[in-house]
């Protein structure tokens, strides 16, 4: 079992950037960032393999970065160049197994953990 809180969220304005942080109680394979809006399906924002492996969904590659320190069982989403449509509540998931490959490893039926969420609000 592992458990994850998620820190880092808040308000900031369009073109700010936040840095989102996932501390893990323990050791998991594939770990992932998810968002979900009101009203709206949660989605994968990215995911990353313990290799470093790394998969972006289209609406956030070249503005967020995702990484990982296994030493420190911590999991990172550093957002860029933010928008109004990022806003959301974003949630850290972590599975003992790989992750699936490419854009299926954004798919939260991949995922055994869930931490309960950051709110980020993006105001334009």
């Known amino acids: 079992q592992v458990q994850l809180v998620e820190s880092g969220g808040g308000s900031v304005q369009a073109g700010g950037s936040l840095r989102l942080s996932c501390g893990a109680s323990?050791?998991?394979?594939?770990m992932a960032w998810f968002r979900q809006a009101p009203e709206e399906q949660r989605e994968g924002v990215a995911s990353?393999?313990?290799?470093?492996?790394?998969t972006y969904a289209h609406s956030v590659k070249g503005r967020f970065t995702i990484s990982r320190d296994d030493a420190n069982h911590t999991l990172y989403l550093q957002m860029n160049s933010l928008k109004p449509e990022d806003t959301a509540m974003y949630y850290c998931?972590?599975?003992?197994?790989?992750?699936?490959?490419?854009?299926?490893?954004?798919?939260?039926?991949?995922?055994?953990?869930w931490g309960r969420g950051t709110q980020v609000t993006v105001s334009s």
């Open positions: 323990g050791v998991a394979h594939c």
């Open positions: 998931a972590a599975d003992d197994a790989d992750c699936y490959p490419g854009s299926w490893s954004l798919r939260d039926e991949g995922f055994t953990y």
């Open positions: 990353i393999e313990t290799d470093g492996t790394t």
